[in-house]
């Protein structure tokens, strides 16, 4: 069970805009940088987003990020079949002094 | 290139020992917060350990505490993990991953992972 909670699922057509929300508390999300990582199956994790709403070079500008209060999203545009993977939000806990995963999202493309 | 290659990866029984190693290249490692991040058969990532660039600090998730170690050599621009009294449910692929510049936890470069065993 994780601390930052995320939707299991989320699925969009080609094209489409999807977002997947992560939700947190005061001392992690409240107080800290959120993160984003895509994982495809066998292969390690790359960034997409980091510091909330910044966007690691090479990564296109259809990702973006942002944070209100206790909760994160990454919003993906322009929806293609290379999407298709699991999504992770992370923050730092300042009580719990680690760094959190949330439980994951798998982004269907339709 | 920059890049970090796990190993020391291994079938093992419950209540065994293991190190991991990172070995560190393309950059000052030295320079970088350094962290190992698992993930378990069918399950989602999991946060394990982290280390400063000095070894000063380091701090480690609950289900390891008092069990793994994580350590660093920065002439050997190496990150280990020490790995004690391993239970089934440590099972996973490991992957080190570093620190980008500036934030001690947003992970910039993983390495390819190394698969642990933990069975009887």
């Known amino acids: 069970q994780s601390v930052l909670t995320q939707p299991p699922s989320a699925s969009g057509t080609p094209g489409q805009r999807v977002t997947i929300s992560c939700s947190g508390g005061?001392?992690?999300?409240?107080?800290?940088?959120v993160n984003w990582y895509q994982k495809l199956p066998g292969t390690a994790p790359k960034s997409v987003i980091y510091?909330?709403?910044q966007r690691p070079s090479g990564v296109p500008d259809r990702f973006s990020g942002s944070k209100s209060g206790t909760s994160a999203s990454l919003a993906i545009s322009g929806l293609q079949s290379g999407d298709e993977a699991v999504y992770y939000c992370?923050?730092?806990?300042?009580?719990?002094?680690?760094?959190?995963f949330g439980g994951g999202t798998k982004l269907t493309v339709l | 290139e920059v890049q970090l290659v796990e190993s020391g990866g291994d079938l093992v029984q419950p209540g065994e020992s293991l190190r991991l190693s990172c070995a560190a290249s393309?950059?000052?490692?030295?320079?970088?917060?350094m962290h190992w991040v698992c993930q378990a058969p069918g399950k989602g990532l999991v946060w394990v350990s982290r280390?400063?660039?000095?070894?000063?600090?380091?701090n480690y998730a609950e289900s390891v505490k008092g069990r793994f170690t994580i350590s660093r050599d920065n002439a050997k621009n190496t990150l280990y993990l020490q790995m004690n009294s391993l239970r089934v449910d440590d099972t996973a692929v490991y992957y080190c991953?570093?620190?980008?510049?500036?934030?001690?936890?947003?992970?910039?470069?993983w390495g390819q992972g190394t698969v642990v065993t933990v069975s009887s």
């Open positions: 005061s001392s992690n999300i409240g107080s800290n940088y």
């Open positions: 393309g950059f000052a490692f030295s320079d970088y917060w």
């Open positions: 510091s909330n709403n």
């Open positions: 992370s923050s730092w806990d300042a009580s719990l002094k680690a760094v959190l």
């Open positions: 991953a570093r620190s980008r510049e500036g934030l001690r936890n947003a992970f910039d470069i």
């Open positions: 280390i400063s660039t000095d070894e000063t600090s380091t």
